[in-house]
């Protein structure tokens, strides 16, 4: 379902001070009043959000190696044993970080 907003139209209180409120419903449903309070309400228009690659059901991945490394970044991994951290992907920057228990990262 679509997601809505609307702003409540408070007796003299300025149009940019009333509160909005977000209401799923259909397509075909329209809300004229706030249900808590009664006042009347009118629909506030924003951009669209297109979600599709990332909608329920669909995840896509952005973090995988194999993307860090097509888009040029390098990723660090901490060691938990020697608690440094060394390089996983990339091919910038040095293959580890020296460290020590007092100055590890």
Same mark, same amino acid.
């Given at each position: 379902?679509?997601?809505?907003? %609307?702003?409540?139209?408070?007796? #003299?209180?300025?149009?940019?001070?009333?509160?909005?409120?977000?209401?799923?419903?259909?397509? #075909?449903?329209?809300?004229?009043?706030?249900?808590?309070?009664? %006042?009347?309400?009118?629909?506030v228009?924003?951009?669209?959000?297109?979600?599709?690659? %990332?909608?329920?059901?669909?995840?896509?991945?952005?973090?995988?190696?194999? #993307?860090?490394?097509?888009?040029?970044?390098?990723?660090?991994?901490?060691?938990?044993?020697?608690e440094? %951290?060394?390089?996983?992907?990339?091919?910038?920057?040095?293959?580890?970080?020296?460290?020590?228990?007092?100055?590890?990262?």
């Amino acid at each position: 379902m679509p997601t809505y907003l %609307y702003r409540v139209l408070v007796p #003299n209180v300025k149009r940019d001070a009333c509160p909005i409120f977000e209401v799923d419903h259909g397509i #075909n449903n329209k809300l004229t009043q706030d249900p808590q309070t009664g %006042y009347p309400v009118e629909r506030v228009y924003t951009v669209p959000n297109l979600s599709k690659g %990332y909608s329920e059901g669909h995840t896509k991945q952005l973090l995988t190696d194999k #993307n860090i490394a097509s888009h040029g970044f390098t990723k660090y991994v901490r060691d938990p044993i020697s608690e440094c %951290y060394v390089k996983t992907v990339g091919h910038e920057g040095p293959a580890s970080f020296p460290c020590s228990k007092e100055g590890a990262l």
